[in-house]
């Protein structure tokens, strides 16, 4: 079953899920800060399942655990830098032979996988 990232960075027919578009998913990870979003309403709009929900409850638990609205900004400017690179596949730090460094993405993202 493909996870959050696989399903960020590869095409539906790649992933075996609908692929999740980027700029959607931060949106909602941004009202997800604002309390403008639930964690559910996110896995609802992007029908999460398994692991997927696992690693967004991952990021949205890293977003709750800054204090400040600084933090939490500059948390999700870095969740989403990593996966526009994940997303583009032109970078050398989280692709390897054309295949997502997983590991150090989840390193970067702060989540486990």
Excluded: C
């Excluded at 990232?5 to 980027?22: H, M, Q, T, W, Y």
């Excluded at 909602?28 to 609802?44: F, K, N, Q």
């Excluded at 900004?73 to 730090?93: K, W």
């Amino acid at each position: 079953m493909a996870d959050l990232i696989d399903r960020i960075a590869l095409s539906s027919e790649e992933s075996g899920r609908p692929k999740i578009n980027l700029h959607g998913f931060m949106g909602m990870e941004r009202l997800y800060a604002m309390s403008e979003w639930s964690r559910s309403d996110i896995a609802t709009a992007l029908d999460l399942q398994g692991s997927e929900i696992t690693q967004a409850i991952q990021i949205a638990d890293s977003i709750d655990a800054k204090s400040t609205l600084p933090e939490k900004v500059i948390y999700i400017a870095r969740v989403e830098s990593v996966l526009m690179l994940v997303e583009d596949h032109n970078d050398t730090l989280y692709h390897s032979s054309g295949i997502v460094n997983k590991p150090k993405v989840y390193e970067d993202l702060q989540i486990t996988g």
